[in-house]
């Protein structure tokens, strides 16, 4: 797919974790303004290409322009400064600071990053807090809050900066169906009111297709499909229908490759 100027474009990306070749060659745009879900099989190198693309991890060769920035040459303190400004970032992980209430989780990069005065920065967290639906647990220390809430808090501090992109990281596990739909909606609904580009990697093929304006669709260290879900689900190579529909037998085989059954069971014990 062509994709008019868009806000990431990585090229010939080349990736390896001790002797395991991640990425072969990966070339991708990602699309300004639009939510865009990575997914594809376990352990094939979502969560890689989210750190390699905020600059966590550094590639062994290739390019990743974000924004006019080449990330890969980026001095630590450009780098620093970049992510402060433009990447807001909602890992799984990403936990909250637990000797703070939710206000102050959510004026902590405002104080750290900005000289803001302090009935400004009131104001922003009182926004951001609106806008995830919680500003009335401002008070609430993170103990006290259930796992959706707290994910939405995550969500408040990852655009206290005003971000420019965003980027999710199995924005719904151990969500229940309630929680799960409000993250849906805030995704969707932040992207559109903030003038986000997001980038969402997650296992849930019926919430990304609700959610997602393109699937990016990665295996074997390439993209294998790039497109709306819809015209995946109908064009999409029979990998990415397999794959999409969650058919347990297809390109990719059910059975690993085995010698022939009968005579392995009249062989007896190995
Ligand atoms: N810190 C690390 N050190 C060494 N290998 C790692 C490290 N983190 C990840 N890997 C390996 O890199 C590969 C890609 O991992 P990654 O987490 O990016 O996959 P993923 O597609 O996001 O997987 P999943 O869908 O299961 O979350 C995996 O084989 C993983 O075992």
Known sequence: MVVEQPYISVRDLTFTRGDRLIYDGLSVDFPRGKVTAIMGPSGTGKTTLLRLIGGQLLPDSGSILLAGEEITTLKRHQLFELRKQKMGMLFQTGALFTDLDVFDNVAFPLRVHTDLPESMI?????????????????????????????????????????????????????????????????????????????????????????????????????????????????????????????????????????????????????
Do not use: W
């Open 122 to 270: 009131r104001d922003l967290v009182l926004m951001k807090l609106e806008a995830v639906g919680l500003r009335g647990a401002r008070s609430l220390n993170p103990a006290e809050l259930s796992g959706g809430m707290a994910r939405r808090v995550a969500l408040a501090r990852s655009i206290a900066m005003d971000p420019e992109l965003i980027m999710y990281d199995e924005p719904f596990t151990g969500l229940d169906p309630i929680s799960m739909g409000m993250i849906v909606k805030l995704i969707r609904g932040l992207n559109k009111a903030l003038g986000l580009t997001s980038l969402l990697v997650s296992h849930d093929v019926e919430e990304c297709c609700g959610i997602a304006d393109y699937l990016c669709l990665v295996s074997g260290g390439k993209v294998i499909g790039f497109g709306t879900p819809n015209e995946l689900l109908h064009e999409g190579s029979d990998e990415v229908r397999q794959f999409l529909n969650g058919d347990p037998d297809g390109p990719v085989p059910f059975h690993y490759p085995a010698n022939d059954y009968r005579q392995d069971i009249l062989a007896g014990s190995d």
